[in-house]
């Protein structure tokens, strides 16, 4: 068993944290949910880009992932490639991440277009000094060494991180919960409103907390149902009708 020290830090109100010394000495920065993701420039698939230049106005999925020509690797990609109208439905574009060199990249990326029948038509960038992965927290020492993780990022227009998440090298992620995530926070940004476990586009929302009774019978009519004071839910079909009702009016 892996001797650790420990450093005991204690809050305001006394709580209490034991976090091993190791972790403490590490602290960097790491991307975190609201951060604006930093620009950099990349050698891609598709030619060099400034990422911010290349992403800034359009909703960005970036994900990292361990190599090219690797098993579990070559299914995300061909999944994500097949997804492609769905996801420029919601305005966004893909970019992908590796150690590799970009002319690995480049024949990868046409041996699963041609396994798959779908071509990868968005830009794979080559990391091959790790120096991008480092900095987006994308090596995890303990699961993969300096090998890349498998970490999605998704951005909004401004850059500014809205999600993120880890996998590790053996769990291939799902295309569906990225889609179903991106359409959560689009719905989130539109109409003041949050998601549900499980939500789907259709079902209902609910209420943030920020949000008055008063701003709810103003923007959802009689389509809000309260629960408790605490949990209050969102008929979708109010939604549809109040659109159809402010069109209406302004027309
Ligand atoms: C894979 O994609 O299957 C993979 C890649 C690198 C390490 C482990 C698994």
């Not at 079902?203 to 408790?228: C, K, S």
Request: hydrophobic residues 40%; glycine residues 8%.
């Amino acid at each position: 068993m892996e001797q650790l020290q420990f450093f005991s830090g204690r809050g305001r109100n006394g709580e209490f944290v034991r976090l091993p010394r190791a972790y403490r000495q590490k602290v960097k920065w790491v991307p975190h949910i609201g951060d604006i993701f930093p620009d950099f420039d990349a050698t891609t698939t598709q030619g060099p880009i400034r990422f911010h230049g290349w992403a800034e106005g359009n909703w960005t999925i970036l994900f990292s992932q361990p190599g090219a020509f690797t098993p579990v690797c070559t299914t995300e990609l061909a999944s994500l490639a097949r997804a492609r109208r769905e996801f420029a439905d919601r305005n966004a574009n893909l970019i992908g991440l590796t150690n590799d060199e970009v002319q690995a990249l480049k024949a990868w990326a046409d041996e699963v277009a041609v396994l798959f029948g779908t071509p990868v038509d968005f830009p794979l960038i080559e990391d091959s000094s790790g120096l991008l992965a480092r900095t987006f927290g994308m090596h995890h020492q303990k699961e993969s060494g300096n090998v890349t993780i498998r970490k999605t990022f998704i951005l909004d227009p401004s850059m500014r991180i809205r999600m993120i998440f880890e996998y590790p090298l053996g769990v291939g992620r799902s295309t569906g919960e990225l889609l179903r995530t991106l359409d959560a926070l689009q719905h989130q940004d539109a109409l003041d409103v949050a998601t549900p476990a499980d939500w789907q586009p259709g079902l209902e929302y609910v209420l943030p907390m920020h949000v008055t009774a008063e701003q709810a019978d103003h923007r959802f009519g009689r389509g809000w149902t309260e629960i408790n004071d605490y949990l209050r839910v969102v008929d979708p079909a109010a939604l549809v009708e109040r659109h159809r009702r402010i069109t209406r009016q302004s027309a």
